[in-house]
């Protein structure tokens, strides 16, 4: 997996399978970028699309301008208008990617592990691409749940015993799902909140379920989700959906921001519902890390493609 000190990985789709050590060298490669670091040096052209078949606006420019700063080839790639549309396979797509000369594609899907197809096709299919998970239905954010670890690394400069606390609609959140394996892992304490309705058993082996107010005061982390209606059809729980309701019983207020430890910190994946998980107010408030998490996540993007071109032996890198 590793190179002298860098990660090295023929695809990216999940952190499940990464080494402490290895996300700790990933933060660490994500820091130097960001402190200023000379980017690896190409010595031979790397072509990249950015293949979005759901809406984004944050990652996807994040992961375009992370690119650019690595002196990557952008070529551009409009899923509504692409042959997906006219019954194309997501594979197919990538085989013709590939056979074009790109050297590395960046997805977003509805389909959960819809990357399996891609990175482990049968004895007949030879694709020959960089897979790197943007985002797949309600399965994983790879890059979220990185810049994630980044952003309470830099605050904190460790996970071990931190507390934190995922909350909101846990069950239908790819953000939380890689979140919560993977601070575990790294010896944080992991606590959950929200709607009952909208929290799943599964994860207790990962954390305890607590009304926000019995944590607020005593979390490192609060760690907030968007509410995903757009993934909540045939939920009776979405038809008598109340923001102000939501807010006042699960959102971050000014009345728990203030009974929040000093040294607390708020997070957030974006985009934010104000007034529903978060006070409109307090997005730029001194406790909350919201912008912090999108700067950070050019610099993380960076490491992760950085790591499937040494992997691939890409751009001449050695």
């Known amino acids: 997996m590793k190179n002298s000190n860098f990660v090295t990985l023929k695809s990216f789709v999940s952190v499940e399978k990464l080494t402490v050590a290895e996300v700790g060298a990933l933060i660490e490669r994500a820091e130097y970028f960001k402190n200023g670091g000379a980017r690896p040096h ?18 996807h420019t994040s ?3 992370a690119e650019r700063k690595l002196g990557l080839t952008v070529i ?20 013709i990617m590939a056979a074009l000369g790109i050297d590395l594609e960046v997805i977003r899907h509805s389909e959960n592990e819809y990357y399996e197809k891609l990175i482990h096709p049968n004895k007949n299919q030879h694709l020959n691409i960089g897979v790197i998970n943007a985002g ?20 904190f400069g460790h996970f071990k015993d931190l507390k934190v606390a995922i909350v909101g609609d846990i069950t239908n959140s790819r953000v939380a799902k890689s979140n919560m394996e993977l601070l575990t892992r790294l010896g944080a304490k992991v ?14 082996k990962y954390g305890e379920y607590l009304p926000i107010d019995e944590l607020v005061a005593q979390m490192d982390v609060m760690m907030l989700l968007r ?13 008598k959906f109340d923001a102000k309701k939501y807010h ?17 910190i708020i997070m957030h994946p974006g985009p934010i519902n104000h007034d529903v998980e978060l006070s409109g107010n307090l997005v730029e408030a001194p406790k909350c890390r919201f912008v912090r998490q999108m700067e ?22 050695s």
């Open 42 to 59: 190409l010595t031979q052209p790397v072509y990249v699309t950015n293949m979005f078949f759901e809406n984004s606006s944050r990652t």
């Open 63 to 65: 992961f375009e301008m």
């Open 76 to 95: 551009p790639f409009d899923a509504a208008h692409s042959s997906t549309q006219k019954g194309e396979t997501l594979y197919d797509t990538s085989l």
């Open 136 to 155: 797949d239905g309600s399965g994983q954010h790879p890059s979220q749940c990185l810049l994630d670890m980044m952003t309470i690394h830099e605050h």
């Open 191 to 204: 606590y959950f909140s929200g709607p009952d309705y909208w929290y799943d058993k599964q994860y207790d």
């Open 227 to 239: 509410v995903q209606h757009e993934r909540h059809a045939g939920d009776p729980n979405e038809a």
């Open 248 to 264: 006042d019983k699960y959102g971050i207020n000014q009345k728990r921001y203030n009974a929040m430890k000093d040294d607390a």
């Open 296 to 317: 950070n996540g050019v610099f993380m993007r960076m490491a992760m493609i950085e790591a499937v071109m040494r992997g691939r032996n890409l751009g001449g890198l």
